[in-house]
Nanobody
């Protein structure tokens, strides 16, 4: 079973930046479309960015142009660079598969809070 560990969250002012990292316990993630999800209080979890095994990327419209997803095949990691953060980006961020197949067990996520 693949274990996912997210890190890099924190408290940041509007307009600030954070870089999230997702470390996997197994290189199998290199084969799959991986994505970053977020869940705000009282809302459903949503996919905000994904990257396929070839490096092709896709973004949810509200983050396009501000977030950038990348992956390191050697380190089995997926990263999310978040710039120009807004209060509405406040959420717990998770990584996981982003294809049509069963997700891995969810990690603990990393809290991102954007506030003045």
């Amino acid at each position: 079973q693949v274990r996912l560990v997210e890190s890099g969250g924190g408290l940041v002012q509007p307009g600030g930046s954070l870089r999230l990292s997702c470390a996997a316990s197994h290189d199998v993630i290199n084969r799959y479309i991986m994505g970053w999800y977020r869940q705000a209080v009282g809302k459903e979890r949503e996919l905000v960015a994904s990257i396929d095994s070839s490096g092709g990327v896709s973004y949810e419209s509200s983050v396009r142009g501000r977030f950038s997803i990348s992956r390191d095949y050697a380190q089995y990691t997926v990263s999310l660079q978040m710039n120009n953060l807004k209060p509405e980006d406040t959420a717990v961020y998770y990584c996981n598969r982003a294809d049509r197949f069963q997700r891995f067990d969810w990690g603990q996520g990393t809290q991102v809070t954007v506030a003045a």
